[in-house]
T-cell receptor, first 112, second 112 residues
Framework: QKEVEQNSGPLSVPEGAIASLNCTYS??????FFWYRQYSGKSPELIMS????GDKEDGRFTAQLNKASQYVSLLIRDSQPSDSATYLC????????????FGTGTRLTIIP | DTAVSQTPKYLVTQMGNDKSIKCEQN?????MYWYKQDSKKFLKIMFS???????INETVPNRFSPKSPDKAHLNLHINSLELGDSAVYFC???????????FGPGTRLTVT
């Protein structure tokens, strides 16, 4: 079992709709969770971090964390063509250990 | 101003050569990282330094040697390059007590 799993996609979503990206992780002691966006040929860009169960909203982005289910998701509302990218889920095991384990990413395409 | 910078952006070299990649951050962060992203876009940590001290050393061939002359700089030297070393290498940094990591633009290494 991979430490961090994501559906590789591609995930196609119509412009203006909600894009939902999912990630599961295997290590129960994981404490920090991140979503990065990576455009083709570019570096990963941090878009959301979440540490506690529940939802965290930032503009059109909402991160959701459920530690009991070992599940973290990212919702993108009012999807725009500029949201087309690969989204990487990253998980940190514990505070004080900065090692992040990344999933293989989900490729999202927003269809105009 | 660029927060995390890397040089060179592209590096093409032959098998058996030795090469270095340099990274600098002007964010005042204490921790810096080297990641490798392979052709399948999987991002994996290699090394991490906190205030010039090595804190993460993943299972990486000892042909790879990181060096941190000060907390704003982290270099990666690779000896006896092999075809399998071809990848994009990303530098990242994070602040004291913070777990969000910010990535540099990457160095695309091609070994022929």
């Amino acid at each position: 079992q991979k430490e961090v799993e994501q559906n590789s996609g591609p995930l196609s979503v119509p412009e203006g709709a909600i894009a939902s990206l999912n990630c599961t992780y295997s290590d129960r002691v994981s404490q920090s969770f991140f979503w990065y966006r990576q455009y083709s040929g570019k570096s990963p860009e941090l878009i959301m971090s979440i540490y506690s169960n529940g939802d965290k909203e930032d503009g059109r982005f909402t991160a959701q964390l459920n530690k009991a289910s070992q599940y973290v998701s990212l919702l993108i509302r009012d999807s725009q063509p500029s949201d087309s990218a690969t989204y990487l889920c990253a998980v940190g095991k514990d505070f004080g250990n900065e090692k992040l384990t990344f999933g293989t990413g989900t490729r999202l395409t927003i269809i105009p | 101003d660029t927060a995390v910078s890397q040089t060179p952006k592209y590096l093409v070299t032959q098998m058996g050569n030795d090469k270095s990649i340099k990274c600098e951050q002007n964010l005042g962060h204490d921790t810096m990282y080297w990641y490798k992203q392979d052709s399948k876009k999987f991002l994996k940590i290699m090394f991490s330094y906190n205030n010039k001290e090595l804190i993460i050393n993943e299972t990486v061939p000892n042909r790879f040697s990181p060096k941190s002359p000060d907390k704003a700089h982290l270099n990666l030297h690779i000896n006896s390059l092999e075809l399998g070393d071809s990848a994009v290498y990303f530098c990242a940094s994070s602040g004291q007590g913070a777990y969000e990591q910010y990535f540099g633009p990457g160095t695309r290494l091609t070994v022929t």
